[in-house]
């Protein structure tokens, strides 16, 4: 792979930018990088900082304004720029691992079949609690990998999901699938997009030696807020495309909250032993009661959401007036992802 599109969605991370930017140059030092830079951010003078830098940067470059501060759009605004075949996805809250992009790039030269590629996305945190909560959720993703965007697998693998932090895309099997939707405006763009990618038997590889490492720059109670979002997140995409698939193990967290807690009404003493256990192992094994307070409010976001069907996510309303110059992606059925897919050789 010789060229490539580099692909960074910039809110006001300009500290962040100054010590990402050059870890990513030197990651992509000996390929032809298009680079593609969103600046996702409603106030002008903000971008304007942001554009002054990196115009101090490079010397070719598209930098992109999106005021409307929609994830989804920036993304999609990047697939639609974009020239090469491949485009790499990743955010300035990102470190990279020496090599693990040139993996990715060196392992899909010859698998024009599948969509995309990413790798361990290892959270990082300064909170102690957080960070210990990060460390016992990747050894237990290894176990029981159900976390999709911490995934931990120990060999390498085709998954329905990358998070686009690090995601290597085929760009034209991006459009074919309808790319990013404006109805997620901070999080969970990938998660929808992965849905319609597994609908249409398109694979993502999982590399275990392409890791990189995702700086939380939040509180734990922000974080669990984040999980919480993210859990309704999960339940709006499962319902919005119900008549296309449903993948029932997404909704294993609300499921097991829910025979949790009829388990401990049907049977109260042995439930008492076993929150008793679970007490226990969190006093030992470091971590784990930051691991189980992220199930839990990951749980019952699905529930929450589940309990209160909604049309649009509470936390991405879109103005009416914008939504008519704004990209939802078009996809209604399987027939009609089938139609759109480019062929395996196509570039």
Not at 48 to 69: A, G, S, Y
Request: charged share 15%.
């Amino acid at each position: 792979m010789k060229s490539l599109t580099c692909g960074v969605v910039i809110y006001d991370e300009l500290a962040l930018l100054q010590a990402f930017i050059p870890n990513l140059q030197a990651e992509l030092q000996n390929i032809n990088v298009e680079w593609i830079f969103v600046l996702n951010h409603k106030s002008s003078a903000t971008r304007d900082i942001v554009k002054r830098w990196l115009q101090t940067q490079f010397t070719n470059q598209v930098i992109l304004e999106n005021p409307t501060n929609n994830l989804g759009q920036a993304r999609q605004l990047i697939l639609t720029t974009a020239q090469n075949k491949y485009i790499y996805f990743t955010d300035p809250d990102i470190e990279l691992i020496p090599k693990s992009v040139q993996l990715l790039i060196s392992s899909l030269n010859n698998k024009p079949e599948v969509l995309g590629a990413g790798g361990p996305v290892l959270h990082q945190s300064k909170n102690v609690m957080l960070q210990k909560t990060f460390d016992c959720c990747h050894s237990l993703s290894k176990l029981f990998p159900f976390s999709f965007q911490m995934q931990a697998h120990t060999t390498n693998k085709s998954v329905d999901h990358i998070p686009t932090c690090h995601l290597l895309l085929h760009r034209k099997k991006a459009l074919a699938l309808g790319g990013f939707s404006i109805l997620f405006a901070k999080y969970g763009e990938d998660l929808d997009f992965s849905h319609r990618a597994c609908v249409s038997g398109l694979p993502f590889l999982f590399y275990v030696d392409a890791p990189v490492y995702h700086h939380q720059h939040v509180t734990f109670a922000q974080w669990l807020k984040k999980m919480f979002s993210f859990g309704r997140v999960q339940i709006y995409t499962q319902r919005f495309y119900l008549k296309l698939a449903f993948r029932w193990y997404r909704l294993l967290p609300a499921g097991i909250l829910i025979l949790g807690f009829v388990f401990i009404l049907a049977f109260p003493t042995l439930g008492l032993c076993v929150l008793a256990l679970l007490a226990f192992v969190s006093l030992i094994v470091r971590g784990f009661i930051g691991v189980l307070m992220t199930a839990l409010v990951y749980a019952a976001g699905e529930l929450f959401e589940l309990a209160l069907p909604l049309f649009e996510l509470q936390n991405a309303l879109i103005p009416p007036a914008a939504k008519s110059n704004l990209l939802v992606a078009p996809v209604l059925s399987k027939k009609n992802i089938a139609a759109k897919l480019p062929e395996p050789d196509a570039s």
